[in-house]
């Protein structure tokens, strides 16, 4: 073999061992490619299984749906802020402490005008309304308001003289108590705002009794005020007898006859279907006789209708009628600016 052929057969072999050595780097590099696919797509297919599985499953319906429904609670968010902005006063000027003071005194007179008007009284042993009642504001008969809180105390006053109105015109039977709880701002202390709440809370405490009516319309009021957001917090409703009615207290009318020869008995349903234990049933009184004609063959003049028992007075008797008593907590929304309505920021979760 000469020089020549052994040149070519030594390039030749280092040409296929580089080769094979390519090829192998290469197969190498598509197995671990082919890995890391692989793993992609279990992972994407894990993803799809549980993305299936949720409800409702990520389809183009679906979100088509979502986005209408995302769409029409926007706009009815927009529309309920837009009525709750009714009731945001435009600005809460504080003035000086006797002007409020002549503000409260004059509500009050028009305030406890408004229970005389329906029987109501504040003197005497069976007052109507309390005597110490001052629409809340017991503490400023004596001392004034801070004059920094003068402006809050009178938006709270307005919404309390129109409660009073409201509950007046629904004429209860009796005001048993009225609470106003303190604003922060009366003592000095500076109002912390709940992070997240656009609304700021003024409770109040009333009690009083009346009948189921007076209840109806006075609630009625509240929700269809104008000028002020009332929210019932909580109710609680009583019967002034916490005792059941029994027969014994059952008043049965007399039954009126007619006066005359002609009189009939009354003959009312419960002269003789209905008796109370002990007591006898009552005897029917003799028919009347029938006056003679003053002519041969004419028709007898027909007995007078008689007068039937007062039934509803009865049944009113039985079923019961009393009063009911009241008690609410009822909560004034003073509605904030919208800049100070802060969203709470969510807390990042630490790294483990």
Not at 61 to 72: I, P, R, Y
Not at 186 to 194: D, F, Q, W
Not at 233 to 259: C, H, W, Y
Not at 328 to 334: A, F, P
Request: aromatic share 8%.
């Amino acid at each position: 073999m000469t020089s020549k052929e052994k040149s070519f057969i030594g390039v030749l072999a280092g040409i296929s061992i580089a080769c094979i050595g390519g090829l192998y780097f290469w197969a190498s590099k598509g197995a671990s490619r082919y890995d890391e696919a692989k793993d992609k797509f279990a992972t994407v297919s894990a993803d799809i299984a549980r993305m299936t599985k949720m409800s409702p499953s990520p389809t183009a319906e679906n979100l088509a749906g979502k986005s209408k429904a995302l769409t029409e609670y926007k706009s009815s968010a927009t529309e309920l802020a837009a009525k709750l902005n009714a009731f945001r006063p435009e600005a809460l000027t504080n003035t000086d402490p006797q002007t409020f003071t002549d503000t409260l005194v004059k509500v009050a007179g028009e305030t406890k005008k408004a229970y005389e008007d329906i029987g109501l009284k504040a003197e005497g042993e069976n007052s109507g309304i309390p005597k110490t009642f001052y629409l809340g504001f017991e503490a400023y008969t004596d001392t004034q308001a801070k004059g920094e809180a003068t402006g809050l105390l009178a938006y709270e006053l307005g919404a309390i003289s129109e409660l009073h109105a409201s509950l007046a015109a629904a004429k209860p039977h009796r005001l048993l108590n009225f609470h106003r709880e303190a604003l922060a701002e009366e003592s000095g202390k500076a109002y912390v705002p709940t992070p997240g709440l656009p609304y700021r809370v003024m409770p109040i405490e009333v009690a009083f009794s009346g009948s189921e009516k007076s209840l109806r319309e006075f609630v009625n009021s509240l929700q269809t005020s104008k000028k002020h957001f009332y929210l019932v917090r909580s109710m609680r409703i009583l019967n002034e007898k916490q005792s059941a009615p029994k027969a014994s207290d059952v008043q049965f009318g007399k039954a009126s006859t007619a006066s005359g020869a002609g009189a009939a008995p009354a003959g009312g349903i419960f002269d003789t279907a209905f008796v109370l234990p002990g007591e006898e049933p009552a005897k029917k009184a003799p028919a009347p006789e029938t006056p003679p004609s003053s002519a041969p063959g004419a028709t007898p003049a027909p007995a007078p209708a008689p007068k039937s028992n007062d039934t509803g007075k009865i049944l009113e008797q039985v079923l019961g009628s009393e009063n009911i008593e009241v008690f609410l907590r009822i909560d004034i929304l003073l509605f904030a600016d919208e800049a100070k309505a802060e969203v709470p920021k969510k807390k990042k979760p630490r790294p483990n």
